[in-house]
């Protein structure tokens, strides 16, 4: 069974950084295109990046780009996801995320095989 975990998520104000994590167990992360998610209070869940099996090629929602970078390290089955120049509309829950159907499973169909539990982050002025 595989599973997802993330960590790193708190709280930080705005303008400063905070790096998460997504620790993948059951299966071999290289296995899977990764991805990002998150959703704010009362809204729908948004793509926020993402990434193919070997680390090649990287996606971002208009949002982030610029301020986020995902990465991976398959050796550690990691993902992480930092994040810099946080803004307040920055805070959501975020959710890791990992596909079997290649990368534009995450992107444009916004879906995922699996998901994390979700880290809380809050951004305040």
């Known amino acids: 069974q595989v599973q997802l975990t993330e960590s790193g998520g708190g709280s930080v104000q705005a303008g400063g950084s905070l790096r998460l994590s997504c620790g993948v167990n059951?299966?071999?992360?290289?296995?899977?295109?990764m991805g990002w998610f998150r959703q704010a209070p009362g809204k729908e869940r948004e793509f926020v990046g993402a990434?193919?099996?070997?680390?090649?090629?990287?996606y971002y929602s208009d949002s982030v780009k610029g301020r986020f970078t995902v990465s991976r390290d398959n050796a550690m089955n990691a993902l992480y996801l930092q994040m810099n120049n946080l803004k307040l509309g920055d805070t959501a829950v975020y959710y890791c995320a990992a596909s079997l159907r290649g990368a534009m499973h995450i992107v444009q169909l916004q879906q995922a095989d699996y998901w994390g539990q979700g880290t809380q982050v809050t951004v305040a002025t």
């Open positions: 990434i193919t099996w070997s680390a090649d090629k990287t």
């Open positions: 059951g299966r071999r992360s290289s296995d899977f295109d």
